[in-house]
């Protein structure tokens, strides 16, 4: 018994100690502009996925997985192939619908806060940002227009994705995923696309680790929950109910977090390139915001029931930590200029 | 010297202040005491009511319209989001309605909210709500325009799910989301197409571009981007749903404020699409359609806040038929009038039965009777008995919407989530799905 227990303790230490190793890692990614640098970089992220779904799971390869990543570190080392195939390469390695799948598989075998880490670090972006910067022409204007409608239309796919998921996490990765393909999709959209994407990527990060983290914490005091039934955990759980409530909204756009402003530079960055495009992103932000109210009223609101044990209360540097954050992002909302580089 | 500037923005900046203490201290977990709450709510309709009337009587003593603008919140790339506000007689009309009846919606809620459990976040919401729809009325372009009506939209939909254990209202608030969201997606796209084929996204400004080739189609826009705020066809479903919010206080504001902003929005942007057929009749016949459909469901309805809801849904639809007419005065006097009546029929529904009894003019021996006159005599009696059925029924609308809409849009996605499980095999590790 002794034993277990402390087998359990290393575990969840090395677990823990995997997870800042990872987010280490990632947010290497974020600092490299050279694109050697990068796609060892991305390799490397890509091997701490691999090590991480085999300590997890099996020791099975995660097949799906490689190859995407392998797909998105092409594209660094071999600038200079077609253009449908370093489109082709971008759109795998992004995970644009349908190889969002390499993804899903890699939902299924990694722990959920290591999975969370990989959607809220945004590596694709960064993959992306790092291509873009260091071989400024190597997507033509219609490539890239291509890729802009693919990836709105997986966003599109992704937040009705999200209608009909019933796991709190998966509602908020479907979210989370289909906001970042709009983040790409604005940034393919010109120099004021750009400024929209870093500002939506910066809302996007921050929001999706608070609200991931949320839901990672109501697992952990009461389990599974189920989008499709009500928990009512608004008065055993306030603290983190009222983050979840301010957090969301500001997340999918409403006035007050700097996504608002954000999507409204996008719609106006991608009108003048495709008018389809545009109506796709509009919807798929008006599904987002469902989805999120939809698990908002799953989680928190329904006929109070009692719970059958004491959870055990959340930690109290977590509270400030999470409040903190989302007062960071409302002062985002407030002043969304500070996000913006080149202003006038 | 105060200039006019400085009241309006003062007067903002004042009424933004005590709804910013009370969100800020729901959000850290330190709510306030039952009276500062009060007394906060109760400092911002006072201020709400003073920079009103001060506007007022700006107004009056001759400086005309003004447009006053702030500067720059965002500027990239050619692109700007500039808080510009509006000071004339259609912003005025609807600043004084919100400022006056916000008043007494306050009042009545005291008694109302006295030791409710989560009455902090009631006059937070409250207080919220006045204060977009002041952004709304003032809103000098579409910009802040649509900010106000996105805070509008979220503060009614948390106040219809504010009992939170009532499992009613929490479907009911999703299905009033869903439903403006699809309209707020409209404006959106409007806003868009404005900023992208117009000079300008000034409401001063519009009667000019009135010529555009983009006029038609953004005024069409427009037209379907109020239908959810005002419940006009077909996106009339949640109104009567929306009356499961707390007390006869909220339903004032959703059930007489919020309700109006669609015939308000079409009155601000008219010089635009005036000269258009489209977005005019688009206007007149969804208009025509509600006020006819509202009439025959309203008399079927049971309860009195249902039936003022429906009566609300059929005036509003004259509204709109008065703005595709071009009757701008009528339509404004109409919707002030409406507003002050719907207040009054709010506030007083919940002692109905006993304002009937205690009435001189009615007596005693209330009785409702069948009042078989020219309807019967014009439709025939099996038909009207079919009418009926229907109108009890909602002539079908809501299931009209699960099939045509809500269902294969699930639908589809959830065909997409099987295709993935079955392309990777189940729902996953630990998964509920």
Redesign the interface.
Known sequence: MQEQLELTVRDQRGARIALVLGAALAAVLWTLDDPLELAAAWLAFGAWTVWRARASTSPQLPLLALVGGACGGVVLLAPHLPQWALAACLAIGAGVAPAHLWLESLRRRLARDEFALVLVAQPFVALLHGFVHAYPGALEPQTLEVLQRVFVASALIQSGLALVRREPERVLGAVIQSQSALVIAGAAAGETGWEAARMLLVSTMGSGLVLMSIASELRRRFGALDAASHHALAKTAPKLHRLFVVCGWTFVGLPGGAAFFAEDLLFHALVGQSVAATVGFIVAAGFNAIAFYRLYLALFTGPTVRPAYAPSATASWKIVALTLAVLALLALGLAPSLLVQHSG | MITLETVLIGGLLAAFLPCAAMGLS????APMSERRSQQSAHAQALVLFVVAAALIVAHFRGDGPRELRLAP???????S?TPVFLLDRLSLAYVALVALVHQVVVRFSIPAFHRESGAQRYWFLVSLLALSLWLVSLAGNI?VLF?GW??VG?CS?SLI?FF????RS??N??RA??YY??C??AM??A???I??ELPSSDFTQFANAAGSKAAAGIGALLVLSSLAKSAQLPMSPWLHRAMEGPATSSAIFYGALSVHLGPWLLLRTQPLWDEHLLPRAACGLIGLATAVYASLVGRTRPDAKTALAYAAMAQLGVIYVEIALGLETLALVHLWAHAGLRTWQFLRSSSLIQDFQANPLVGADVRLRARAGLWRALVGAQLERRIYLAAMRLFWLDALHWRTVARP??A???W??RV?ER??GG???????
């Open positions: 729901l959000l850290i977990g919140l965002l500027e990239a790339h050619g692109y989001w910009d900010v996105e805070l979220v939909v799910a939170r254990h009532n499992l929490t479907e608030s999703l989301l869903v969201r699809c707020d997606a959106l796209f806003a868009v197409w900023h992208h849009t699930l589809l996605f959830g997409v989530q993935e392309v990777l729902a996953g590790r630990g998964s509920a799905e």
